[in-house]
């Protein structure tokens, strides 16, 4: 794909791992949080990644990455200002994850609803495309697997939306497995648990999924 301005909200792991990936592959990034400050000696080891505040991120980028913890991703939107969502492709890879009982989690949502559905309900213009919540960030960007590439399953309403975001994962080492609208977020949040608890009973997160085809 044609190199272009990311926008990467969210300071942790994931968002960390997702602006370096996008940065190795010639795109300029701006990765934002709520306190930019803490960013800029990681950001500054890359030309190509910078650091600024949510809004900072949303105004630059012409894709969008949300990679903040389930439970702040909606007010970093707001924070980051809601129109300045409008027309891009979003990638929204975040879990309404609930950690209040401790390990494993649970999800705070599900359904008859998804984070992924509300996130599309707070910013009804962009194009927003479920992907990257299925897998920990160890392996998000080009993954090694005896048995070959797993699959990142995605989901969002807008075709093109999501045929942008397939040609990403694919340039990050993944197959791709489109599994309809935004609603199917209520499947792939659950996935992500399915991903954590196997994880917890084996003592190990060097796994991923993979649609088998005939």
């Known amino acids: 794909m044609q190199k272009v301005r990311v926008g990467v909200l969210g300071s942790g792991d994931v968002g960390k791992v997702l602006a370096a990936g996008f940065a190795s592959l010639g795109h300029e990034v701006t990765i934002g949080s709520r306190d930019p400050g803490k960013l800029q000696e990681w950001a500054s080891a890359s030309a190509r990644v910078s650091a600024g505040t949510f809004a900072d ?41 609930d950690f209040s009982k401790g390990m494993p989690p649970t999800l705070y949502v599900g359904t008859t609803d998804s984070l992924g559905e509300q996130v599309q309900r707070l910013i009804p213009k962009a194009r927003v495309v479920k992907a990257f919540n299925t897998v920990g960030n160890a392996h998000m960007i080009h993954p090694q697997f005896p048995g070959g590439p797993p699959d990142m399953f995605l989901c969002g309403n807008d075709a093109e939306g999501k045929k942008i975001v397939s040609q990403i994962c694919e340039a990050f080492g993944w197959g791709v497995a489109d599994i309809g609208g935004i609603e199917s977020s209520r499947y792939l949040e659950p996935m992500c648990m399915t ?3 196997y994880g917890v009973l084996s003592s190990s997160w060097g796994h991923a999924f993979k649609l088998l085809r005939k």
């Open 57 to 97: 991120a949303a105004t630059f980028g012409d894709i969008l990455v949300l990679a903040t913890l389930g439970t702040g991703t909606l007010d970093a939107i707001r924070l980051a200002g809601v129109d300045a969502f409008d027309g891009k492709v979003v990638i929204d890879a975040t879990n309404p994850l």
């Open 195 to 197: 991903w954590v608890l």
